[in-house]
């Protein structure tokens, strides 16, 4: 018997995820997988007690093969099948939205999606709360049952959340390699009751003996996706040397517990804060290791082996950067390097408009802007100037009561305004912060630093009484955009 972990109320799931990424890679080439007989290779799992399945729209027929075996099933709620969305960037509608869902429904066979996961790819554009805020009300109607995000990193779920989006997890990468989500995300995980499932735990295979004592690898030339994907990590982390220390590192915990290396890798993880399964791949009927990864069950890791990790750890560097950020800014660790094969292009956030002396406006389309009769931003030259920003959304507020919120949502807007005017934000030269409630300033504060720490502009921090109750704190901003 597996004892299951609780998601949310009521659902329960398998703390061992079945991954079916892979069913991409397996269709590679235009080969195609027969539904119906890929489906068998999933009774298995299922059998083991692993009852948990993870796909997306785009992992090739993942989602057509998981809803045949759904109808293979006596009881069709025995299984989970969790689903992503991940739509290209720009403009979305409610309507295609609805359809998205609708399409997975119809894919997996079902009524309710048991988790659908939103991945965005650009916090500059607002886009991404709109979309969360409608597929909110597809969970009110009862197509989806949970709500999930992917990628996204800890200042971004906290606007979620304190926006009123019941999330209950995030999909995030965290192994023994990848250790971003055990900083600020587990600490919001834990805050909000939300759950951690966590991907590349094995690293695409390279925790595993298979790696162990080996010569350094062709990295252009590996065998999967995901080889060449997580290989990019450890060249970031420092290389193969110390990657090779940690496997022998591993290799010793293993022996003592008489488990696999894959299994420390994964149960490391599973031992931390907030994480509700970990989300182990699988090549449908070729590779399975059920009775390997069933071996999780049996051990935990104690403190002389946490010892041990950590010595092993201070000859790898890190992955720079919060959860996801490694499909939002360089370095790319995706299997090609970059974003190439995921989109072609980022689009501009927001709409401009050139007056007839030259100056081009930018307006995002809240209502003091048409209220007050201002733009958001003019751009003259290479001069530009914003507005004094809040956390207006369209007629919503973002962030609620969260000042740390609010100021990262404000800071987005500004980033959108910027992208919408082919700069960034690093071209700016002056923030002035104007906040409610002076006792406020630390988290503001330290929300500036996140974002333009290493711009570092010229400052002014000033407590005002705000136009509007509910603001926490605006931000007005001067830039320069080289021509």
């Not at 201070?314 to 995921?342: N, V, W």
């Amino acid at each position: 018997m597996i004892k299951r972990t609780e998601l949310a109320p009521g659902f329960t799931i398998s703390p061992i995820i079945t991954g079916l990424w892979q069913i991409a890679d397996m269709e590679r080439n235009g080969r195609s997988l027969d539904p119906k007989e890929t489906a068998k290779a999933m009774q298995p799992y299922f059998d083991a007690g692993l009852t948990t399945f993870d796909m997306a729209d785009h992992y090739g027929s993942a989602e057509l093969i998981s809803g045949e075996f759904r109808q293979s099933l006596p009881n069709k709620d025995d299984v989970q099948l969790f689903t992503k969305w991940v739509p290209k960037a720009g403009v979305v509608t409610r309507e295609e939205v609805k359809t998205a869902v609708q399409i997975s429904l119809d894919r997996l066979q079902t009524d309710k999606l048991d988790l659908l996961q939103y991945h965005c790819w650009n916090y500059g554009d607002p886009i991404w709360l709109d979309t969360l805020f409608w597929l909110q009300e597809l969970k009110e109607e009862g197509l989806i049952r949970n709500l999930g995000l992917t990628n996204v990193d800890t200042a971004h779920l906290r606007m979620a959340l304190t926006s009123g989006i019941d999330i209950v997890t995030n999909q995030v990468s965290y192994s023994l390699l990848d250790q971003r989500a055990s900083l600020g995300m587990s600490a919001l995980c834990e805050e909000f009751n939300v759950k951690i499932l966590a991907f590349g735990t094995v690293a695409g295979g390279f925790l595993s003996e298979k790696w162990l004592n080996k010569p350094e690898p062709n990295w252009d030339n590996l065998d999967t996706w995901s080889q060449m994907k997580y290989g990019r990590y450890i060249q970031t982390l420092g290389g193969w040397d110390p990657f090779q220390n940690l496997l022998g590192t591993m290799k010793e915990i293993a022996n003592k517990h008489q488990v696999s290396i894959a299994n420390v890798a994964c149960k490391a993880i599973l031992q931390q804060p907030s994480v509700a399964g970990v989300i182990i791949g699988a090549r449908l009927g070729q590779n399975e290791h059920i009775e390997n990864n069933l071996n999780l069950l049996n051990f935990n890791l104690d403190g002389n082996d946490w010892i041990l990790l950590a010595s092993a750890y201070e000859q790898l560097g890190s992955i720079p950067g919060d959860c996801g950020d490694e499909y939002r800014k360089p370095p790319f660790l995706t299997a090609s390097g970059d974003l190439s094969h995921h989109l072609e292009q980022i689009p501009a956030p927001y709409p401009t408009s050139t007056r007839e002396d030259g100056a081009i406006q930018v307006f995002t389309g809240t209502i003091w802007e048409e209220l007050a009769g201002f733009c958001r931003a003019i751009q003259q030259g290479e001069e530009v100037h914003i507005s004094g920003t809040t956390a207006t959304h369209g007629n919503q507020l973002i962030g609620g009561d969260d000042p740390a919120s609010q100021t990262h949502f404000i800071i987005d807007k500004i980033e959108g305004v910027l992208q919408s005017l082919n700069g960034r934000l690093e071209d700016v030269i002056r923030t002035r912060i104007y906040i409610r409630n002076v006792d406020q300033w630390e988290p503001i504060t330290l929300a500036h630093g996140e974002r333009f720490g290493h711009i570092q502009p010229a400052n002014t921090l000033v407590q005002a009484a705000l136009v509007g109750d509910e603001y926490l704190v605006e931000i007005e901003v001067d830039a320069r955009i080289k021509q």
